[in-house]
T-cell receptor
Framework: QKEVEQNSGPLSVPEGAIASLNCTYS??????FFWYRQYSGKSPELIMS????GDKEDGRFTAQLNKASQYVSLLIRDSQPSDSATYLC????????????????FGTGTQLKVEL | DTAVSQTPKYLVTQMGNDKSIKCEQN?????MYWYKQDSKKFLKIMFS???????INETVPNRFSPKSPDKAHLNLHINSLELGDSAVYFC?????????????FGPGTRLTVT
């Protein structure tokens, strides 16, 4: 079982619709969760972080976390063509025994296409 | 006001050569990372330094040697380059505080070994 799983897509949605991106993770000790957006040829850009169960909203983006189900999702409302990118789910495990820092494990990403 | 910067952006070299990539961050973070993104776009951590101390060393050939002269800089030296080293290498940085884990990435260095 992969540590962080995402559907590779492509996920196609019409402009103005809600895009729903999903991610599951295997390590129950995971403590924080992130969504990154990566345009082709560019670096990953952090768009959302979530640390506790429930929903977190930021503009058109909502992250949802359910630790019991080991599931995290990202909703993008009013999708725009500029949202077309690969969305990477990342899960953090604090390395307590090694003096700090954290290890992010990434999923393989979901390609989102927003069509006019 | 670049946050995380890397040089060079592109690196084309022949097998067997030695090359270095440099990274600098001005975010005041105490932890820096090197990631490799392969042709299938999978992003995987290689190394992490916290306050100049190596804290993550994933299964990476010992031809790769990171060095952190201070907490704002992290370099990656690669000896005897191989074709399989071709990838995009990203530097990232973060705080190590419990609630400030967000990692910010540099623009990447595209390494092509011929």
């Amino acid at each position: 079982q992969k540590e962080v799983e995402q559907n590779s897509g492509p996920l196609s949605v019409p402009e103005g619709a809600i895009a729903s991106l999903n991610c599951t993770y295997s390590d129950r000790g995971s403590q924080s969760f992130f969504w990154y957006r990566q345009y082709s040829g560019k670096s990953p850009e952090l768009i959302m972080s979530i640390y506790s169960n429930g929903d977190k909203e930021d503009g058109r983006f909502t992250a949802q976390l359910n630790k019991a189900s080991q599931y995290v999702s990202l909703l993008i409302r009013d999708s725009q063509p500029s949202d077309s990118a690969t969305y990477l789910c990342a899960v953090n495990l604090l390395l307590i025994l090694t003096g700090g820092g954290n290890k992010l494990t990434f999923g393989t990403g979901t390609q989102l296409k927003v069509e006019l | 006001d670049t946050a995380v910067s890397q040089t060079p952006k592109y690196l084309v070299t022949q097998m067997g050569n030695d090359k270095s990539i440099k990274c600098e961050q001005n975010l005041g973070h105490d932890t820096m990372y090197w990631y490799k993104q392969d042709s299938k776009k999978f992003l995987k951590i290689m190394f992490s330094y916290n306050n100049k101390e190596l804290i993550i060393n994933e299964t990476v050939p010992n031809r790769f040697s990171p060095k952190s002269p201070d907490k704002a800089h992290l370099n990656l030296h690669i000896n005897s380059l191989e074709l399989g080293d071709s990838a995009v290498y990203f530097c990232a940085s973060s705080h190590s505080d419990q609630y400030q884990y967000e990692q910010y990435f540099g623009p990447g260095t595209r390494l092509t070994v011929t």
